[in-house]
């Protein structure tokens, strides 16, 4: 049975995991915007080549900080977002949810900075 919390409250969890952010991160987040949806669209899931079953927490999409050059300028803002109702399927009580969001912001913050998924696994072991 998925959690139940009201908007409010799951907006609240996701700007404190923002707000946690450690500053010398925080502090190079530059063009960047988090927003919340409920689900990924059908062409967010087609384009990570989800399967039936699999879930998606949260999805950074933008240019990593890696792959800007000198000609990076005038574009949108890169976009991270945590999806409310995956996570609300998955986690067993608040305590859990506040700490699976917690994880989804550093993991897409993670890429931002240019880490792939490797190289966050092996950080998060740590």
Known sequence: MALDILDEEFERIVTAAIDGIPERYASNLNNL????ENNPSEEQRQQ??????QTLFGLYQGIPLTERNN?????LPDKITIFKNPALAAAKNTQEL???IRNTVW???AHYFGLGHG???ELEDR
């Open 33 to 36: 915007a988090f927003v919340i």
């Open 48 to 53: 990570l080549h989800l399967h039936d079953g």
């Open 71 to 75: 000609n990076y300028s005038g574009v």
């Open 98 to 100: 506040n700490s699976m």
């Open 107 to 109: 993991h897409e913050v």
């Open 119 to 121: 190289r966050i696994y």
